[in-house]
């Protein structure tokens, strides 16, 4: 991907996420921590969704992350990262970090540990997005540690549903964003179960073939 093509990338998805996170604040009502947590969840959806959406369009095997031009995957990964971040810092901001993670805890604690890991591993994988790192681990080894952005979408999915079910943190019961972040874990969930059952049709079409 040229230099050029991806500062572009950056600055749409930049300009987006941050419109969006305006637009909940100021025209919505919702805190700041809250607007930034909800756009890092849309924009990692997007992320997880383009690749389902471009393989029916493309369906030859990328060989590499490098040679990825049509994608916006690693824009949208890096701006879910930044905007993640800055919902973490907006929570630290009113809180400290031992009220909200720490032993005894309950629900809420847990939801938060799990915002944490997710908040580790979506960093590490941020890191490895870089292109010398991705000649580095080699494309094998790259390709499984993307693999746990999914890891990462279901933790967040578990994080947002205390949140948002299991809490009375805001009004008793989801709001409009509950029902939606469900939407979307369900396309998600849905996806990623035709992809496995045509990679076991590509698999037993295969062997018949060698057969
Ligand atoms: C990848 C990292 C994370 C993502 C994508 C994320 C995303 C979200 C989402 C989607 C919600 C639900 C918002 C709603 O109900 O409208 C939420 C709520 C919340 N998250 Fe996270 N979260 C992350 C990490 C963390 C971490 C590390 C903490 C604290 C240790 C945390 C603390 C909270 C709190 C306190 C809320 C309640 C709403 C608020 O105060 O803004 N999150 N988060």
Redesign the pocket.
């Known amino acids: 991907m040229d230099a050029k093509n991806t500062l572009i990338q950056h600055t749409i998805v930049g300009v987006f996420s941050l419109a969006i996170a305006a637009v909940f604040y100021f025209l919505f009502d919702i ?1 700041w ?2 607007s930034f ?2 756009v ?2 849309i924009l ?1 959806f997007l992320a997880l969704i383009i690749g389902p959406v471009m393989k029916l369009k493309k369906p030859a095997e990328v060989s590499s992350p490098l040679a990825i031009p049509w994608s916006w995957r690693g824009e949208l990964g890096i701006w ?2 930044l905007t ?1 971040l800055v ?2 810092i ?2 630290l901001l009113n ?1 400290s ?1 031992f009220k ?2 720490y032993v005894g805890g309950g629900g809420g604690a847990l ?2 540990f799990i ?2 890991i ?2 580790l591993l ?1 960093i590490v994988l941020t890191f490895t997005s870089i292109n010398k790192v991705i000649i580095f681990l080699g494309v094998e080894s790259w390709k499984w540690l993307h693999g746990l952005t999914y890891v ?1 979408f279901y933790l ?1 999915a578990a ?2 549903i205390y ?2 079910f299991f809490s009375t ?2 009004e008793i019961g989801p ?1 409009w ?2 029902y939606l ?1 469900s939407a979307m874990t369900i396309i998600i969930l849905i996806l990623q179960a035709i992809a496995f059952v045509m990679v076991i049709k590509k698999r037993k079409a295969s062997s018949l073939e060698n057969n």
Do not use: E, K, M, P
Request: without cysteine.
């Open positions: 805190r921590s809250t947590a909800r890092s969840f990692l879910f990262t993640a919902h973490f907006f929570v809180r970090f909200l993670i939801s938060n915002g944490l997710a908040l979506a990462i967040i994080h947002f949140y948002q943190y805001g709001d964003f509950g972040a």
